[in-house]
């Protein structure tokens, strides 16, 4: 099993930026595909961005290119979400998530999955 660790939620202004981390206890961390998935308010959850194991290859939904950065640190076995420029429909649950196979910017897949963690973006 994969024990999947968030970190880093919580209310924030538009504009402002918040942190998120999500702390693995896979014991081959970097050959694990990891994500971010967040699921608004009356909305479906959906991909909001990905690394491959290396670090090398990245996807972002498009509402989030330029203002999200995902990254990761395979010796502390964690992943990031840095999220600047926030904006209230940002406002989600956002859920860790990883697999050990499948491409990077596929949805599909994701079979561990740590507990969501709540981001509020006010206006």
């Known amino acids: 099993q994969v024990q999947l660790v968030p970190s880093g939620g919580g209310l924030v202004q538009a504009g402002g930026s918040l942190r998120l981390s999500c702390a693995a206890s896979?014991?081959?961390?970097?050959?694990?595909?990891m994500g971010w998935f967040r699921q608004a308010p009356g909305q479906e959850r959906e991909l909001a961005a990905s690394i491959s194991g290396n670090g090398r290859d990245t996807y972002y939904a498009d509402s989030l290119k330029g203002r999200f950065t995902i990254s990761r640190d395979n010796a502390k076995n964690t992943m990031y979400l840095q999220m600047n420029s926030l904006k209230p429909e940002d406002t989600a649950v956002y859920y860790c998530?990883?697999?050990?196979?499948?491409?990077?910017?596929?949805?599909?897949?994701?079979?561990?999955w740590g507990q969501g963690t709540q981001v509020t973006v006010s206006s």
């Open positions: 998530a990883a697999k050990y196979g499948g491409g990077t910017a596929t949805a599909g897949g994701f079979n561990y």
């Open positions: 896979a014991r081959t961390f970097s050959s694990i595909v």
